[in-house]
């Protein structure tokens, strides 16, 4: 185990709503990661948060935003869903933005 | 930004035979390769990394080899099990501004027949 642990771990959504994904880092770790795994696919990356910024964002549009708290766990917020939107979202935590990155187990998202 | 490309996308060998995935990265800037193993339903799980300052690493089956000057690296794996199989995934670390993402290969599917 990573000590990365996501919450929740399904979650079914209709088209047009929101929905909020929760991320605990693991203890001592100020980096969080997110990344969207498609069916099939390599992970992409979605946005990294250091130290409660954004440190950097992938090829995602404006509705995916984030939040890093002082405890340094992690949201990630999708708006007006759509059903590409669908797949399997991983966060990951590292001591610092260079570092390894360990991964939670997903949430698994189904937009119908 | 960078690029990476993975090869093959399946990969069928016995048990007990040697199994090599390789992987191509286009910014020559980047300096950390990490790779992960994913099970079906699960997280990946990194098995081994390399470091641009580093040709080669090795942990009991499984090695990592880099070459900078053709920028690819490969996955060894010697003596597969069925264990082994899973979806390998290889990447490259993007040094962008002030952050870095981890940029993945569409991964490779290892079967491993007993």
């Known amino acids: 185990e990573t000590g990365v642990t996501q919450s929740p771990t399904h979650l079914i959504k209709t088209r047009g709503q929101q929905v909020t994904l929760r991320c605990s880092s693991q203890s001592g770790h100020n980096t969080v990661s997110w990344y969207q795994q498609a069916l099939g696919q390599g992970p992409q990356f979605i946005f990294q948060y250091y130290r409660e910024e954004e440190n950097g964002r992938g090829n995602f549009p404006p509705r995916f935003s984030g939040l890093q708290f002082p405890n340094y766990s992690s949201e990630l917020n999708v708006n007006a869903l759509e059903l590409d939107d669908s797949a399997l979202y991983l966060c990951a935590s590292s001591l610092d933005y260079r570092g390894l990155s360990f991964f939670g187990q997903g949430t698994r998202l189904t937009v119908v | 930004g960078e690029n990476v490309e993975q090869h093959p996308s399946t990969l069928s060998v016995q048990e007990g035979d040697s199994a090599v995935i390789k992987c191509t990265y286009s910014d020559s800037a980047s300096n950390y390769f990490p790779w992960y193993k994913q099970e079906l339903g699960k997280r990946p799980q990194l098995i081994i990394d390399i470091r641009s300052n580093v040709g080669e690493k090795k942990d009991q089956r499984i090695a990592v080899t880099l070459n900078k000057t053709a920028k690819h690296f490969s996955l060894h794996i010697t003596e597969t099990q069925p264990e082994d199989s899973a979806v390998y995934f290889c990447?490259?670390?993007?040094?962008?501004?002030?952050?870095?993402?981890?940029?993945f290969g569409k991964g490779t599917t290892l079967s491993v027949s007993s």
């Open positions: 990447a490259a670390i993007e040094a962008n501004q002030a952050g870095t993402a981890l940029i």
